[in-house]
């Protein structure tokens, strides 16, 4: 105890007998002795007490902490996939979500793809209330050139190895679509995109 807060108490000591009765040395040394022994036990008791508060924390935390720390619950943890999948690559060829074509827009609706050793790839492709639009690809490096074919017309004919659109379809009517390779080189592919009218 520091010497202020002693003199201090002999002073509180002091004044709280009321001075009616001189108090012996022997006296106030017990009373001060009294009041130290009282003030040194609240202060180890507030210790202790802080001490054992802490320490349930402690175990209450290391406890019950998994359950409290918020984080995915195994029920509602999102998909590892995007939500909204982009078209796929058709013949090494990145697809285009959306196309534009005659001064209207059209949006990815379906893609299929075969090996050239098939040589040919056909679609049958549903009626539709509106126009569709076809995109049509075949593995760089292809050899010869790529015919496509609506209905047993030959629409379009190109040198192969590359991704092209543009072509079509009347409302309506089930189609009939053929893609295929003059030189087909087995391991690359041929694939066909179908693109619809943009709705909102």
Known sequence: MRIDELRAILHEEAHDLGGT?????????????????????RRHTARVAGIMVAAVVAVVAFVLGPTLVPGPSPDLVGPEEPMVQGPPRLAGFPMPTKLTV??????????????????????????????????????????????????????????AGSLE???????????LVVVRVTSPVPGRNIGLAIYGPVTF
Not at 111 to 131: F, K, T, Y
């Open 21 to 41: 009765d001189p108090i012996g040395p022997q006296a106030r040394a017990a009373a001060v002795a009294e009041r130290v022994r009282a003030g040194s036990a």
């Open 102 to 159: 005659a001064n209207a827009e059209y949006s990815y609706v379906r893609s299929e793809q075969v090996d050239q050793s098939q040589e040919v790839l056909r679609v049958a492709v549903a009626p539709s209330n509106h126009r569709q639009v076809l995109a049509w690809a075949t593995s760089f490096g292809s050899l010869g050139r790529t015919l496509v074919s609506v209905d047993g017309v030959v629409v379009d004919r190109r040198r």
């Open 165 to 175: 659109y543009g072509v079509r379809l009347a409302p309506g009517v089930t189609h």
